[in-house]
């Protein structure tokens, strides 16, 4: 009986993938509204650096599939896309009017989560109204935050998610940013543009808030936190409608980020319906083909 405990307690030490197991999937998915990969990578931001090295990015992440180009290239069809996994031609979202949509067969990531693991604690913050008021559901605690200034809304947005992080129970956060979108369409989105860089400087001091607040956590050795990042849509000018034949517009970019993350710049084709489609699989669930996803889980380890 000695020996087969000796053998098994040598199995546990030198399997990694048993120790690997034995640590939660948790998820922090972050969006950028409007940030364009070549203005983050001018602007001094440690914390998605940070991000990138422990893990693997793409700076061309195509934000609508050629099958579909009726949608425009602004933040309903992006928004949309990002957190159900589908492109337009099944969410059903155009532009900004959201009216027309079909989140009832298609829906927030959230609802994808609890249908398969009812007991998945999430919590969605945002600073653009209608994410929250058409997108986001089935989120245990939900906050849409209108203060005037969207360096305002970005900033509570981030002491709340900040909050919500310091509950152990809590699986999947959600935290929307939009000063960087706001900066773009005030004085134009590009590197070279001071003030655009700045909020991009910004939202990457508060994602260091929120990755410290991760760290802090008396269960964080046992959890497996992989890191999400991603945008809408770039820009050019001050606009970024109508882009679809504009890659300064149409490219996004991906990050993708943890100990469960692959590591390097990823060689295959991503898009932004892949976000939430990686984010399921950290946790565990298999994407079943009746949803229809139009997402694949990319930039995670076998």
Request: charged share 25%; hydrophobic share 40%; aromatic share 10%.
């Amino acid at each position: 009986m000695r020996i087969k405990w000796f053998a098994f307690l040598a199995f546990v030490l030198i399997s990694p993938k048993l120790a690997v197991a034995a640590d939660t999937p948790k998820v922090l998915f972050l969006g950028i509204d409007g940030c364009r990969f070549d203005a983050l990578r001018k602007a001094n931001t440690p914390n998605l650096d940070r991000l990138i090295d422990r893990g693997i990015y793409a700076d061309n992440t195509r934000i609508f599939h050629a099958r579909y180009t009726t949608a425009d290239t602004i933040s309903g069809p992006g928004w949309s896309s990002i957190l159900t996994g589908v492109w337009a031609d099944k969410h059903g979202v155009l532009d900004n009017q959201f009216k027309v949509s079909h989140y009832d067969k298609f829906p927030h990531l959230f609802v994808r989560a609890k249908e398969q693991l009812p007991e998945t604690k999430t919590a969605s913050l945002v600073c653009w109204a209608p994410i929250d008021q058409y997108i986001v559901a089935s989120a245990d605690k939900r906050y849409s935050f209108t203060e005037k200034d969207y360096g305002e809304r970005d900033d509570a947005a981030t002491d709340e998610a900040v909050k919500q992080l310091s509950d152990a129970s809590i699986d999947v956060v959600f935290l929307y940013l939009g000063a960087t979108d706001e900066a773009g369409h005030a004085s134009g989105f590009h590197p070279a543009n001071p003030k655009y860089v700045e909020t991009i400087q910004a939202a990457d001091a508060r994602i260091g808030r929120v990755l410290a607040a991760i760290e802090s956590r008396a269960s964080y050795q046992d959890e497996d936190w992989l890191v999400v990042v991603t945008s809408d849509h770039g820009g050019k000018g001050t606009s970024h409608s109508n882009g679809h034949e504009v890659p300064e517009i149409f490219n996004s970019f991906l990050i993708v980020s943890g100990d469960s993350a692959e590591r390097g710049k990823f060689e295959t084709d991503t898009y932004i319906v892949d976000a939430s489609a990686t984010v399921l699989k950290h946790l565990g669930i298999d994407a079943p083909e009746d949803w229809q996803l139009d997402g694949q889980p990319v930039g995670l380890k076998k």
